[in-house]
């Protein structure tokens, strides 16, 4: 199985700010990785997948970077509404496997 | 607008039964593999399974091979979760999510595996 690691866990920052995310694979998986938004109240938002394509409806703010087996997330400008926590999914292979999640929180 | 909605979910005894059902509307449904997410209280995703689009191929991960099986019913925009032999580590809320990777995601049922 593709083993994520995804860091760091827990970042604080403030409103205007930017912040990058990493996930690291186990093995290669190519361009395969997807990043989503967890928000309370809110259905699970997919942001980006194969890398780096923005989902519709993805604010330009938000670039994911990356091959083989480091990927980046960075939210440039942070808005509001972008503190949330974030997840990293590899798409290559079977079993789908998930990062354990980074917590975004206002500074 | 693409709506997925969970039921079935409560509290179940260890070595018990549940399924859950996902209702699905706002487009095609046949069109999409669909799978089922999980996440344990406090915990991050876990995928738990994968349907094809005519529901002739599925996949689990080992964790629940054997114990759960995912189908579905185009004629009725409905995918459901058989979840057999359950353990206590299933205890998570379920969610239905539309194909791989995740592009709509429902807002999930809460599945309590305890005596």
């Known amino acids: 199985d593709v083993q994520m690691t995804q860091s760091p866990s827990y970042l604080a920052a403030s409103p205007g700010e930017s912040v990058s995310i990493s996930c690291k694979a186990s093995?290669?998986?190519?361009?395969?990785l997807a990043w989503y938004q967890e928000k309370p109240g809110k259905t699970n938002k997919l942001l980006i997948y194969s890398g780096s394509t923005l989902q519709s409806g993805t604010p330009s703010r938000f670039s994911g970077s990356g091959s083989g087996t480091d990927f980046t997330l960075t939210i440039r400008s942070l808005e509001p509404e972008d503190f949330a926590v974030y997840y990293c999914q590899q798409h290559n292979e079977y079993p789908l496997t998930f990062g354990s999640g980074t917590k975004l929180e206002i500074k | 607008e693409v709506q997925l909605v969970e039921s079935g979910g409560g509290l179940v005894q260890p070595g018990r039964s549940l399924k859950l059902s996902c209702a699905a509307s706002g487009f095609t449904f046949s069109n999409y593999y669909m799978a089922w997410v999980r996440q344990a209280p406090k915990k991050g995703l876990e995928w738990v399974a994968t349907i094809s689009t005519s529901g002739s191929r599925t996949y689990y991960p080992d964790s629940v091979k054997g114990r759960f099986t995912i189908s579905r019913d185009n004629a009725k925009s409905s995918l459901y979760l058989q979840m057999n032999s359950l353990k206590s580590e299933d205890t998570a809320t379920y969610y239905c999510?539309?194909?791989?990777?995740?592009?709509?995601w429902g807002q999930g049922v809460m599945v309590t595996v305890s005596s």
């Open positions: 093995k290669s998986i190519n361009t395969y």
């Open positions: 999510a539309r194909r791989d990777p995740f592009d709509y």
